[in-house]
């Protein structure tokens, strides 16, 4: 079984850049999916990227297509979501999440069982 630990959340500028890491043990992340999900105040959970595996292909939501990044390091077992041109909007909790996926490019789909604990972003001056 698979643990996810999320670091990299905290305060900053409108404009400014954060980068989330998704730490994971007690499991390879080779034949995982990691999704980055969101959940603002008061609003439902939203799925923002996934990652397949350790070669798979990378899906981002519109909210944050061409600003996040997705990417990998297999060695570490380590995903990470660099964050770009953060706005209000933007503030919420991320957590990461992963399902067992052996196909090329994930989705944001209700099959992700393990979570991280989240992480807060703030975006504010």
């Known amino acids: 079984q698979v643990q996810l630990v999320e670091s990299g959340g905290g305060l900053v500028q409108p404009g400014g850049s954060l980068r989330l890491s998704c730490n994971a043990s007690?499991?390879?992340?080779?034949?995982?999916?990691i999704g980055w999900f969101r959940q603002a105040p008061g609003k439902e959970r939203e799925g923002i990227a996934c990652?397949?595996?350790?070669?798979?292909?990378?899906y981002y939501a519109d909210s944050v297509k061409n600003r996040f990044t997705a990417s990998r390091d297999n060695a570490k077992d380590t995903r990470y979501l660099q964050m770009n041109s953060l706005n209000a909007e933007d503030h919420a909790i991320y957590y990461c999440a992963a399902e067992i996926f052996t196909g090329y490019v994930c989705s944001l789909g209700k099959g992700y069982d393990y979570w991280g604990q989240g992480t807060e972003v703030t975006v504010s001056s």
């Open positions: 007690g499991s390879s992340l080779d034949h995982y999916a």
């Open positions: 990652i397949s595996g350790a070669d798979g292909g990378i």
